[in-house]
């Protein structure tokens, strides 16, 4: 059975850089999974903030960016501010029409 | 401006069924591929359906042969049909525009399934 792992939580301080990870159990990430990155505050729907590996969604700040390290996708916010404390989910598609999400991971900022 | 607005949530019996709908609004609906996606309480997101633009239809394993997602583009409006509902269907149904075959570009607000006795 095919997971999409990512780290259940992650802290960074206000200014500070952090790195978020997207892999498969089955394997190794790369561009042809098209991984994309959303961002959910409580309450809210989703936000789509990076597509298709490193392409930023309209109106997204550039502090956030994607890329894949190593074996997997990563999503990097560089100057993380307060209202960057949200839970933050990978997609990955594996098939036509197929698509899976990450388990997400909860990122604080303090 | 791009526009998902669902509707069709609500309190439903295990066993029961219910039709979920998106109309959808600022964009080309009928060249469009469209997803739902799902929350259940305090949990992640988890893809449903989609519908692809040339007509093929795709579902998770955990509602295959249970839900069908159709779109009628006449009336700009996505559905999905729930039957044999479960407990575990319990959950936020969001829909999702999808941006090309690969990810998801605009989303809806939402409606809650509750399926309970």
């Known amino acids: 059975q095919t997971v999409v792992t990512q780290e259940p939580s992650f802290s960074v301080s206000p200014g500070g850089t952090v790195t978020l990870t997207c892999g498969l159990?089955?394997?190794?990430?790369?561009?042809?999974?098209?991984?994309?990155?959303?961002?959910?505050?409580?309450?809210?729907?989703?936000r789509t903030l990076i597509y298709n590996t490193n392409i930023r969604s309209s109106g997204v700040p550039d502090r956030f960016s994607g890329?894949?390290?190593?074996?997997?996708?990563?999503?990097?916010?560089?100057?993380?501010?307060?209202?960057?404390?949200?839970?933050?989910?990978?997609?990955l598609y594996l098939a036509t029409g197929i698509?899976?999400?990450?388990?997400?991971?909860?990122?604080?900022?303090? | 401006?791009?526009?998902?607005?669902?509707?069709?949530?609500?309190?439903?019996?295990?066993?029961?069924?219910?039709?979920l709908s998106c109309a959808a609004s600022g964009f080309s609906f009928s060249n469009s591929a469209m997803s739902w996606v799902r929350q259940a309480p305090g949990t992640g997101l988890e893809w449903v359906s989609t519908f692809g633009t040339r007509g093929?239809?795709?579902?998770?394993?955990?509602?295959?042969g249970r839900f069908t997602i159709s779109k009628d583009n006449s009336k700009n409006t996505l559905y999905l049909q729930m039957s044999s509902l479960r407990a575990d269907d319990t959950a936020i149904y969001y829909c999702a525009k999808r941006g090309g075959e690969?990810?998801?570009?605009?989303?809806?607000?939402?409606?809650l399934v509750t399926v309970s006795s």
């Open chain 1, 25 to 46: 159990n089955s394997g190794s990430v790369s561009t042809s999974h098209y991984p994309s990155w959303y961002q959910q505050t409580p309450g809210q729907a989703p």
């Open chain 1, 67 to 91: 890329s894949i390290l190593g074996n997997k996708a990563a999503l990097t916010i560089t100057g993380a501010q307060a209202d960057d404390e949200s839970d933050y989910y990978c997609v």
């Open chain 1, 99 to 110: 698509s899976m999400f990450g388990g997400g991971t909860k990122l604080t900022v303090l």
């Open chain 2, 1 to 19: 401006e791009v526009q998902l607005l669902e509707s069709g949530g609500g309190l439903v019996p295990p066993g029961g069924s219910l039709r």
């Open chain 2, 56 to 64: 093929g239809t795709y579902y998770a394993d955990s509602v295959k």
């Open chain 2, 102 to 111: 690969h990810y998801f570009d605009y989303w809806g607000l939402g409606t």
